[in-house]
């Protein structure tokens, strides 16, 4: 069955205090690994999709980075505006369906 | 782009009334997810579409759900009758299914049936 487990639930940074959240997966077929952001009240915000292991993705203070079974989405220097959930998700190839984790909620300090 | 528009953005419903969400997918987009937002169960697929046809209505609850896309630009769930355990945000996701694959979601329906 596909599967997606992300850790930490919850992740309290001071801002400047760089750290990484984990996504663990099963999947039939990976067809691609997302990244959103998600701030309370919003949709889900695309960021990356992965399609391979050991890609990389970057985008400002985010990298994405893909193995054969987990994800993980560094983030460097964090500031109080990259506070929000992080979804990941898997797309697979055999079912054509987008499986989401339960997310990360982050939250950086002043 | 104007992106996934959804309709209503809030709705509150009395128990056993019929409640109908619509999506329009970004132009040029052929699949078409909808999805439900619970703190509880997070990110569930409800149904998705292909080309307008659905492909997989698995994750539909129960036969009060409904979901049609009869053209390429529009899509409704409906809950007839509405129970409050169907309180949740339902999100609808658009993408264009080539190699490179990138879903765009909605700001979803807040649905409140008391």
């Known amino acids: 069955e596909d599967q997606v487990t992300q850790s930490p639930e919850a992740l309290r940074l001071q801002e400047g205090e760089s750290s990484s959240l984990n996504c663990s997966y099963t999947v039939s077929g990976l067809r691609g690994l997302f990244w959103y952001r998600q701030d309370p009240g919003k949709g889900p915000e695309f960021l990356f999709t992965?399609?391979?292991a050991g890609e990389e993705k970057e985008k400002e203070r985010l990298k994405a980075t893909l193995t054969k079974k987990e994800s993980f989405l560094h983030i460097t220097a964090p500031k109080p505006e990259d506070s929000a959930t992080y979804l990941c998700?898997?797309?697979?190839?055999?079912?054509?369906?987008?499986?989401f984790g339960q997310g990360t909620t982050l939250q950086v300090k002043p | 782009d104007a992106g996934v528009i959804q309709s209503p953005r809030h709705e509150v419903t009395e128990m056993g009334q019929e409640v109908t969400l619509r999506c329009k997918p970004i132009?040029?987009?052929?699949?078409l997810f909808w999805y439900r937002q619970t703190m509880m169960r997070g990110l569930e697929l409800l149904i998705y579409?292909?080309?307008?046809?659905?492909?997989?209505d698995s994750g539909m609850p129960e036969d009060r759900f409904s979901a049609k896309m009869p053209n390429a630009s529009f899509s409704t769930l409906k809950i007839q009758p509405s129970e409050p355990r169907d309180s949740a945000v339902y999100f609808c996701?658009?993408?264009?299914?080539?190699?490179?694959?990138?879903?765009?979601f909605g700001e979803g329906s807040w649905l409140t049936v008391v």
């Open positions: 579409f292909n080309n307008n046809v659905p492909i997989d």
């Open positions: 998700a898997v797309l697979s190839g055999n079912t054509g369906k987008l499986i």
């Open positions: 992965l399609y391979s």
């Open positions: 132009s040029g987009h052929n699949s």
């Open positions: 996701a658009s993408s264009f299914p080539t190699r490179r694959d990138t879903i765009y």
